[in-house]
């Protein structure tokens, strides 16, 4: 990817997370990322390849901050996913914010838009299949339902402390309680 083009894609991440969904137009990201107006447009023609470039940089970047995150090496057992869980909890409430409300943004957008629904599946598959594997590294038997089980639980904790206004208390006990709750599941199996 160009320099140009990564810097208009990251640009309108942060219009996104900052500004929400209407702020997206080529003009708006020409602006934040500080070049020559019509740039945007030359990469992305429409307003929908322009949702669909950041939907792809959001994963290269989430699968990036994954890889930084947890490791290269799965995890060894539960406690240490839920000490990767909760690092990626605090990375994506704390740091990662503004990419995190992007992303809820482009989830919205994808109940109202059919054609982006596909999409944005697409790239949540590709997050399932990660945490599966990671949960699969542990000796989880059904890595895919439990992948979901857990990104499902996640997604409205992040939700919530985003929306909790600083005044949600570190989320450790409640991750160690869902990462026990599924090993036990699998456990009775």
């Known amino acids: ?5 990564t810097a208009v894609l990251d640009a309108a991440i942060d ?10 137009t080529h003009r708006r990201v020409d602006l934040g990322a500080g070049v020559p107006a019509g740039s945007t447009s030359n990469y992305f023609r429409t307003r ?4 669909e470039g950041v939907l792809d940089r959001l994963l290269e970047r989430d699968r990036a901050d994954a ?9 060894c057992d539960a406690r240490e996913l839920e000490d990767r869980v909760h690092r990626y909890v605090m990375f994506a ?15 919205v957008e994808a109940m109202a ?10 790239r949540r598959s590709e997050l399932r299949a990660w945490i599966g594997a990671q949960l699969a590294a542990i000796g989880i038997e059904d890595p895919g339902s439990a992948a979901r ?31 026990e709750a599924i090993v036990r599941t699998e456990s009775v199996r």
Request: net charge positive.
């Open 1 to 5: 990817m160009t320099d140009k083009r």
């Open 15 to 24: 219009l996104l997370g900052t500004d929400g969904l209407r702020a997206l």
């Open 48 to 51: 929908r390849a322009l949702v």
């Open 67 to 75: 890889e930084a995150l947890a490791g290269a090496a799965p995890p």
């Open 93 to 107: 409430t704390g740091a990662g914010a503004v990419r995190t409300r992007a992303r809820f943004a482009m989830f």
């Open 113 to 122: 838009v059919p054609d982006l629904r596909a999409g944005v599946e697409a």
């Open 149 to 179: 089980i857990l990104i499902d639980y996640l997604d409205g904790m992040i939700l919530h402390r985003l929306t909790a206004g600083g005044d949600d208390p570190d989320p450790r006990q409640s991750i160690r309680h869902m990462v």
